[in-house]
């Protein structure tokens, strides 16, 4: 069974060191053929954050694909955030913003939702969109095909919705008609999956992790990240698996089984 971990605004620069070593011993124990780290590595965009960020992703010995989030584009370095938001990102992580990867089993886009002259809002422009729904026309029948963002496609909580990704709907229903089975996103710190309900005949999940090593908890929500399992080219087991101080590992605390299929013809 091929195996994806997902990771999100760990924030580093606020990472707490008994998770990021629980952490670490989950990545040996799953052996995920990949780590998605979608957006928010860092708390401020530093040198040091990156480079904290960047040593830690390197231990996991582990392919990884990360987007940036907004906290990865500096915010008080006026001169930085007009001229060169993402160089210290691309020192860090690579010069792509936008990545992609696949295997027999797997295909994952990134897409890069912030924008400089935002603070924390995202958006997803119409270009994006359609760079995004040509990649997943490209897909073998048997990849599990997966959108990476950082700002929700989806919330449940009517405090959450200033947060939704600006053209949220428009891309959800043109990545959907591409074939996307799942979006992964993070932003707001809370785990949860729900499918969209637009267009009904072609399931599209929103999967969101809370913060994976960061202090910056949200409420009693602990430090959390997601196992997603890949059964048949129709099913999906998404896992949450949240940090317990008192065995100091991550435990898995919810599971959810998805149903992938297309109900109905194209």
């Known amino acids: 069974m091929s195996v994806l971990l997902h990771m999100s605004d760990s924030h580093f620069g606020t990472e707490r060191a008994p998770v990021l070593a629980a952490l670490r011993r989950l990545v040996q124990a799953s052996r995920p053929a990949l780590v998605v780290l979608s957006g928010d590595l860092t708390q401020r965009a530093r040198v040091a954050q990156f480079a904290a960020a960047h040593d830690f992703v390197q231990s996991l010995q582990v392919p990884f694909l ?127 999956v729900r499918p969209l309900p637009d267009p009904p005949d072609r399931p599209l999940w929103v999967v969101q992790a809370g913060t994976a090593v960061s202090h910056r908890v949200r409420g009693d929500v602990p430090n959390s990240v997601n196992l997603l399992r890949r059964a048949t080219a129709d099913a999906c087991t998404v896992e949450r698996w949240d940090y317990d101080p008192a065995l100091d590992a991550f435990a898995c605390h919810q599971r959810h089984a998805l149903e992938l299929r297309r109900r109905h013809a194209s």
């Open 66 to 192: 990360a987007i940036p989030g907004n906290h990865d584009i500096p915010l008080f370095d006026l001169g930085k955030r007009l001229l060169a938001p993402y160089a210290r990102y691309r020192r860090a992580f690579g010069e792509q913003l936008e990545p992609a990867w696949q295997s027999a089993d797997w295909l994952v886009l990134g897409v890069n939702t912030t924008r400089w002259w935002r603070h924390k809002q995202g958006e997803v422009s119409p270009a994006q969109i359609e760079r995004v729904s040509a990649s997943l026309r490209l897909a073998t029948p048997m990849q599990l095909r997966v959108v990476v963002v950082h700002q929700p496609m989806a919330v449940t909580r009517e405090s959450d919705v200033g947060n939704l990704l600006r053209g949220h709907a428009q891309a959800a229903r043109a990545w959907s008609d591409a074939g996307a089975q799942l979006v992964l996103g993070g932003h707001i710190h809370l785990p949860y």
